[in-house]
T-cell receptor, first 113, second 114 residues
């Protein structure tokens, strides 16, 4: 079946505006992760959803960041009042849960002017 | 907390050279270990994995052995190709308070010249 998809692939916004990034995980995958990858940096964990459990938000850098996952499938990452330091590639990954392999989407490249 | 340390890059090699990318980890539990690869302009994809001590993961000519005694999972390939040019990420995943948040290394860039 289809892999993990993300939209938009690129997003340019002005400082102070809100943005929404979407992730469609692989069907049947119960776990979903959001990461941020800045230029030349590794992956920074943001948030983790597992089934119907409360999400692990321990990686969110500020209260401007939030995410939800509707119906255990599609997820939306929202960044409010964007700042230039939010510019990065935002990656979504899904898995069957636990220590299973993660499958990554192609990412959304966000540029805040 | 858990951590993964990879050798810094870039690693620059000529085609057909031998490759080693070092990876060491610290973990409180019994992690599974992974190598992910990110080709230019693409997302990360699993290269290989090992789930218990002494397991060897292999794929596309790459190998890595889970060494619990040295807490290492070094990536090796006997003869690299230009098409192997990419960023390689070592990662671990273990249960922590019911949560499974993988820990990734910072990535090692590999550049292979013809």
């Amino acid at each position: 079946g289809a892999g993990v998809s993300q939209s938009p692939s690129n997003k340019v916004t002005e400082k102070g505006k809100d943005v929404e990034l979407r992730c469609d995980p692989i069907s049947g995958h119960t776990a979903l992760y959001w990461y941020r990858q800045s230029l030349g940096q590794g992956l920074e964990f943001l948030i983790y959803f597992q089934g119907n459990s409360a999400p692990d938000k321990s990686g969110l850098p500020s209260d401007r960041f939030s995410a939800e996952r509707t119906g255990g499938s599609v997820s939306t990452l929202t960044i409010q009042r964007t700042q230039q330091e939010d510019s990065a590639v935002y990656l979504c990954a899904s898995s069957r849960g636990g220590i299973e392999t993660q499958y990554f989407g192609p990412g959304t490249r966000l540029l805040v002017l | 907390g858990d951590s993964v340390t990879q050798m810094e890059g870039p690693v620059t090699l000529s085609e057909e050279a031998f490759l080693t990318i070092n990876c060491t980890y610290t973990a409180t539990g019994y992690p599974s270990l992974f190598w992910y690869v990110q080709y230019p302009g693409e997302g990360l994809q699993l290269l290989l994995k090992a789930t218990k001590a002494d397991d060897k993961g292999s794929n596309k000519g790459f190998e890595a052995t889970y060494r619990k005694e040295t807490t290492s999972f070094h990536l090796e390939k006997g003869s690299v190709q230009v098409s192997d040019s990419a960023v390689y990420f070592c990662a671990l995943s273990a249960a922590s308070g019911g949560s499974y948040i993988p820990t990734f290394g910072r990535g090692t860039s590999l550049i292979v010249h013809p």
